[in-house]
Nanobody, 124 residues
Framework: QVQLVESGGGLVQAGDSLRLSCSAS????????MGWFRQAPGKEREFVAV????????YYTDSVKGRFTISRDNAKNMVYLQMNSLKPEDTAVYFC?????????????????WGQGTQVTVSS
């Protein structure tokens, strides 16, 4: 089992940057695919980025490509989301999630463990 805790959210202006962190406790962190998802008010939870177990593969939703970077440090049980050139439409609660699989899947229903989320608000 994995417990996930996100941090790093906040209120920023359009064009600013934030780095979200997700700390994982539990065993065998490196055996989990890690993803970032977000949910805006009144909208469904959506995929943002995913990283494979050894960080060899990453995928992003089109709206964040070139602006966001997902990374992980298996020695520290951490996964990060560097968000640059933030836009008001990036405003959402951001969740990290873990999937006990080799498959980097963008479908949130495939993930086994979730953090509590961290709020990101981007003002125009």
């Amino acid at each position: 089992q994995v417990q996930l805790v996100e941090s790093g959210g906040g209120l920023v202006q359009a064009g600013d940057s934030l780095r979200l962190s997700c700390s994982a406790s539990g065993r065998a962190f490196s055996s989990y695919v890690m993803g970032w998802f977000r949910q805006a008010p009144g909208k469904e939870r959506e995929f943002v980025a995913v990283i494979s177990r050894r960080a060899l593969t990453t995928y992003y939703t089109d709206s964040v490509k070139g602006r966001f970077t997902i990374s992980r440090d298996n020695a520290k049980n951490m996964v990060y989301l560097q968000m640059n050139s933030l836009k008001p439409e990036d405003t959402a609660v951001y969740f990290c999630a873990a999937r006990n699989s080799v498959v980097t899947d963008p479908n949130y229903s495939k993930y086994d463990y979730w953090g509590q989320g961290t709020q990101v608000t981007v003002s125009s």
